[in-house]
């Protein structure tokens, strides 16, 4: 995410990195070093709470545009940038008066059917993911993207054919496979009536000791997919937030 930052920053465009592991305050520890190898340790939907209140803090910061505040994550926090989309989750937890002005989610899990979530915000989507992802599979993002788009949203979806998992992060120049590393890539999830997420195929409450989940994927690097994704981000952000 420094990489990350550092390019944007080089453009104009300030950035605050969310930290939802560690909480250091008291009252919200968390205490979390990593979440690779027990998924259970933080509910998915509490990272969607953390960007909107990290939108309600730079909404009100002085040197900051709040009619141009994007939301970008990663993996998990790829999850959760495309479904603080939401807007049934905008009303139930995000701030009034403001909203993202475009969302960002790099190789996010799509696995999950939310109850109305084809009712997101009328604000740009641009998902980016690599085609040979084994960590997090491309498929029910194409599926999910195209029920967007049926509905007229502003949603494109970005595929790196041969890129992995992480294909972003220049440090994995070697592929590294995560043996003890849990992945819901066999599982197809949905919200029931009662807000419960469950097994599509089981129809019964999901954990992570469920059947689907399975150890095992890979993280590399691929250096073409990075120059790409940094060149479209960079000039999509710089025409949406008008950069001069």
Same mark, same amino acid.
């Not at 420094?2 to 205490?31: C, H, P, Y």
């Not at 960590?135 to 502003?154: E, W």
């Not at 066999?186 to 997420?197: A, H, M, N, T």
């Not at 019964?204 to 994927?217: H, K, T």
């Given at each position: ?37 027990? *998924? ?21 910061? $002085? ?116 043996? *003890? ?29 469920? $059947? ?33």
């Amino acid at each position: 995410m420094d990489v990350w930052s550092q390019e944007l920053n080089r453009i104009g465009i300030a950035t605050l990195i969310l930290d939802s592991f560690t909480a250091r305050k008291s009252f919200t520890a968390r205490k979390i070093v990593s979440t690779v190898n027990d *998924q259970a340790q933080l509910g998915r939907l509490a990272m969607i709470v953390d960007a909107y209140r990290a939108l309600d803090v730079l909404s009100r910061h $002085p040197r900051i545009d709040p009619a141009r505040i994007a939301v970008m994550g990663f993996s998990r926090g790829g999850q959760a940038t495309l479904y603080a989309s939401l807007k049934r989750f905008q009303r139930m937890h995000g701030p009034r008066g403001v909203q993202f002005a475009a969302y960002l989610p790099f190789y996010a899990n799509c696995g999950t059917t939310f109850v109305d979530d084809e009712n997101v915000a009328d604000r740009p989507i641009r998902l980016f993911h690599g085609a040979a992802d084994n960590y997090v599979p491309v498929a029910p993002c194409r599926s999910y993207v195209a029920r967007l788009r049926a509905a007229g949203k502003d949603v494109q979806l970005t595929e790196y054919a041969g890129a992995q998992h992480v294909f972003d992060n220049p440090f994995l120049a070697t592929p590294v496979v995560l043996k *003890q590393a849990q992945t819901t890539r066999g599982c197809l999830l949905e919200e029931s009536p009662v807000g419960q997420i469950i097994n599509s195929g089981t129809k019964q409450p999901f954990g992570y000791d469920d $059947p689907c989940v399975e150890r095992g994927p890979t993280i590399a690097y691929h250096t073409q997919a990075h120059a790409e994704a940094q060149k479209a981000v960079k000039a999509f952000l710089t025409a949406t937030f008008k950069v001069q």
